[in-house]
């Protein structure tokens, strides 16, 4: 039996290369543009405070509100390796922690992404966690309290957390809560921080900055998502996420009209409901005459 060998070090003053799927971090001394992200409140501070003592992190709020890119400018400000790991049902404990191979006639151990974090000292995100089997999610429970390590059945190797290494977990409380919901046992080991979408003049910057577009336009753009979150009570299971307007702003920074892009971008993702996209249309035909 082998174990795949692990990344090599270079020439001094460069590290090991960092995990697939990772975003690296910035190289010593050099200037690199953070991934754009606007703060809700403290959360930079609350984080920067986790991450020094060794806390794991569990995100909050409504899909497209901004969670996944705080991760990512958190682990860039943080100067860490991201390992980023979408959940789903059939997540199971070996996609996280590694499976035997066969390569050239030789049994050989290849990590998964949770143990190439552990080992490298990486933060780990896990998005939409509640997706995963329950079976699957309390692997994570020795990494998330006071002895920080990754037991690997399969091999018998028990490997402690290098230094900088951070579990952080995301979900919606939304749709996702009638469904599934993590066990008390498993959210008691997080900190946990609450998102919602951004104050509309915060919202107006980021969607001005991704999009590509006009103040006065992400204004209106903001102001119709306002309108349109409205809807929630009248039966619409998800509202607009910041995320939609971007991706509206883009289409109409590209040439498309602001009709047809918002109807592209925000209305037909979110429902099939004739009654509910007929509301969505009226909003916006009244919103951009």
């Known amino acids: 039996m082998q174990r795949e060998p692990e ?5 001094p003053g460069i590290g090991p290369a960092a995990p697939q799927g990772a975003i690296p971090p910035p190289p010593q001394g050099a200037i690199s543009p953070p991934p754009y992200y606007q703060p809700q409140g403290d959360e930079v501070a609350l984080f920067e405070q986790c991450h020094e003592r060794k806390l794991a992190v ?3 709020g409504p899909t497209g509100c901004g969670k996944t890119r705080f991760v990512e400018f958190m682990a860039w400000k943080l100067g860490r390796p991201l390992v980023t790991v979408s959940c789903h049902d059939d ?5 996280l922690v590694g499976r035997f191979l066969i390569e050239g006639g030789n049994t050989v151990w290849q990590d998964g992404p949770l143990t190439r974090a552990v080992r490298s000292g990486a933060i780990c995100y896990l998005d939409e ?3 995963a089997r329950q079976d699957t999610v309390v692997v994570l429970h020795p990494l998330t309290d006071h002895r920080r390590i990754l037991p690997i059945d399969k091999t018998g190797e028990t490997i402690e957390a290098a230094p900088g290494f951070q579990l952080v977990i995301s979900y919606n409380p939304g749709y996702q809560r009638m469904l599934k919901d993590l066990k008390p046992s498993t959210r008691q080991r997080f900190v946990g921080f609450d998102f919602d979408f951004p104050r509309p003049e915060r919202e107006m910057a980021i969607v001005a900055h991704e999009g590509g577009v006009a103040q006065a336009l992400a204004h209106e753009l903001v102001t119709l998502a306002g309108r349109l979150r409205q809807l929630h009570d ?3 299971a998800e509202v607009p996420s910041t995320r ?7 289409l109409i920074a590209s040439g498309i009209h602001p009709h047809q892009a918002c109807y592209a971008a925000i209305v037909a993702p979110l429902s099939d409901d004739g009654a509910l996209t007929g509301a969505m249309d009226d909003l916006i035909r009244a919103s951009f005459i």
């Open 91 to 95: 997540l199971t404990t070996s996609d």
């Open 234 to 236: 009248r039966g619409l």
């Open 129 to 131: 966690v509640v997706e």
């Open 58 to 60: 569990m995100l909050k």
């Open 7 to 11: 990344a090599a070090h270079g020439a």
């Open 244 to 250: 939609l307007l971007v991706a509206a702003a883009r």
